[in-house]
């Protein structure tokens, strides 16, 4: 079973560059093959985890389907760099494998009425799909930061060529905002390497030295807390991916320039990378600095739940709204984590801590799936009446049943209305984290009411009331259209009322970062 999560990271990209060779014709039938292939893989590996045992499977010391190999060992004078050819699979990394997959998949069906270039275009999104496993998938640090920087190629690509009218500034803009965060995330790798002496970067031996990063540098002609340093230096590009206010203004213009296929990518698992990292490596691997500055991320959080939020009630673009709606709800994420590290009350707050993390893991693969499913929604009105302006519609509903009952529940389920993915998710956040970080949790709170109120009010405003008689020739979504909307509606409905399979696949993985905590915790 070991060689499933290679073929799982890098047959898209095989197949991607396969494709090219073939005519154009079955382009699109290669690569909706391969992604659906890949996608049945990911869940053989899901269940594989749901059936391991309760103890020692799906944390970062106990990874599935390991396979470490030495890459590079290289000795220059006193200096030992070495990389591993390391992959896994855990708890927390296995839902987001999952998420891509599906993502990917239904973003090649959601694909099939272009034309243009397709099949350049197809093998971006499969070697997308490559970078993206292979953040998820990688248990060394150097090669989590190799495919990190894979990603930004093609998807710089696909916003550069099959963009809007603004395509260009768009995607150099979220160019060069990654590649300045992640430079200072590879700055604080090489810290962290050579503080722990250099034998290894595989997550396991970080895991287990975590507690141990202790003392200070000397900096500025005075002394700066050692792991303060490593903690603002790894989370500077998850920060930027994530995107945490103020440096989130790559968004919009991302999402608003972007193929709508390539917006449900962006903000179903690319924004997730950065807070895979921030639980995986920040937390998990520096757990002293995230608690330095804990209620100042919480502030942050509250901050970016409330901007966004507030941001989005005042957009009159569909997909710039959702934008600010992902920033708002990464929020949670944040939140979560800060409280997860809050230094409030120790062990003895230990379910709290577990209650908030777990919620925040859940948001991430909960929003995937949601933003994903809105701005599938947003492409099917687009592809059809080719605006996207929310006053320029009204009535509708009356022409677009299908679209409309499947946007509703992208809507309610953004806006956490229980029995639905979003509220558990937030549910558990908010429970967990008021206990650590009362203030910063009641202020998040209410981005809920805010999001209620710019999602109901497009709704009303765009379907609902008398129809605009210059829409009257509109038609409803077709079998093609609505299959990716109702995959991830069913996804929805699922994790909503039975969200127990994905709680127990994540529960060990955030056991063990909380133990790295707890221990830090004790030796502050």
């Not at 590649?179 to 962290?192: D, E, K, M, Q, Y």
């Not at 449900?264 to 330095?292: D, H, N, S, T």
């Not at 209620?295 to 569909?318: E, F, K, R």
């Not at 009303?460 to 979504?477: E, I, V, Y």
Request: a neutral charge.
């Amino acid at each position: 079973m070991q060689w499933l999560l290679p073929v799982i990271v890098f047959a898209p990209a095989i197949a991607g560059v396969a494709l090219l060779l073939f005519p154009q014709r079955p382009a699109k039938l290669i690569a909706a093959g391969a992604t659906l292939a890949v996608f049945l893989l990911s869940l053989w590996l899901y269940f594989g985890l749901l059936n391991g045992s309760a103890t020692t499977f799906g944390d970062v010391l106990h990874p599935q389907w390991a396979v470490d190999e030495p890459w590079i060992n290289i000795a220059l004078g006193t200096f030992h760099f070495r990389v591993d050819y390391a992959l896994g699979a855990d708890g927390l990394s296995m839902p987001m494998i999952v998420l891509n997959a599906l993502l990917t998949f239904l973003a090649v069906v959601g694909s099939w009425h272009i034309d243009r270039r397709i099949k350049f275009y197809l093998a971006l999104i499969l070697i997308l799909e490559t970078g993206v496993m292979g953040v998820f998938a990688a248990f060394d640090l150097f090669l989590f930061i190799l495919f990190w920087e894979v990603e930004l190629i093609p998807m710089f690509l696909l916003i550069g060529i099959w963009g809007g009218a603004r395509r260009e500034y768009a995607a150099w803009k979220f160019l060069i905002y990654t590649l300045v965060g992640s430079s200072f995330t590879l700055a604080g790798i090489f810290l962290i390497y050579v503080q722990t002496g250099g034998q290894s970067a595989t997550y396991q031996h970080y895991a287990s030295v975590a507690s141990q990063l202790t003392g200070s540098l000397p900096l500025f002609g005075g002394s700066v807390s050692l792991p303060l340093v490593l903690f603002l230096l790894l989370f500077a590009g998850f920060a930027v991916k994530i995107p945490m206010w103020p440096v989130h203004t790559w968004l919009p213009d991302a999402h608003t320039e972007a193929p709508t296929a390539v917006s449900v990518l962006l903000a179903g698992v690319l924004l997730k990378m950065g807070a895979y990292g921030l639980i995986r490596i920040c937390l998990g691997f520096v757990p002293q600095g995230v608690q330095e500055i804990a209620p100042l991320l919480g502030i942050v959080a509250a901050i970016n739940v409330l901007w966004g939020a507030g941001a989005s009630m005042v957009q009159h673009d569909m997909k710039k709204m959702i934008a600010y709606a992902s920033v708002s709800h990464m929020g949670y994420v944040l939140l979560g984590v800060a409280g997860a590290a809050a230094s409030v009350g120790g062990a003895s707050l230990l379910d709290f801590r577990q209650a908030a993390l777990t919620g925040a893991t859940l948001q991430m693969f909960t929003h995937g799936a949601i933003t994903g499913m809105l701005f599938f929604c947003v492409g099917v009105l687009y592809d059809k009446a080719h605006t996207r302006e929310i006053d320029i519609f009204g009535g509708i509903a009356t022409r677009m049943p299908r679209e409309i009952t499947l946007y509703s529940i992208a809507c309610f389920a953004s806006l956490g209305l229980p029995a639905l993915a979003g509220f558990v998710a937030e549910y558990l956040v908010f429970t967990g984290t008021y206990a650590l970080l009362p203030a910063q949790t009641v202020f998040a709170v209410f981005g809920v009411v805010l999001t209620a109120g710019y999602l109901l009010w497009m709704l009303r405003r765009s379907f609902f009331g008398p129809l605009n008689l210059k829409w009257r020739g509109l038609t409803d979504a077709t079998l093609r259209e609505a299959f990716p909307l109702a995959a991830l509606a069913v996804v929805i409905l699922f994790v909503g009322i039975y969200p127990q399979p994905l709680v127990d696949l994540i529960t060990p993985a955030m056991q063990q970062t909380l133990h790295t905590v707890v221990q830090a915790l004790a030796v502050h």
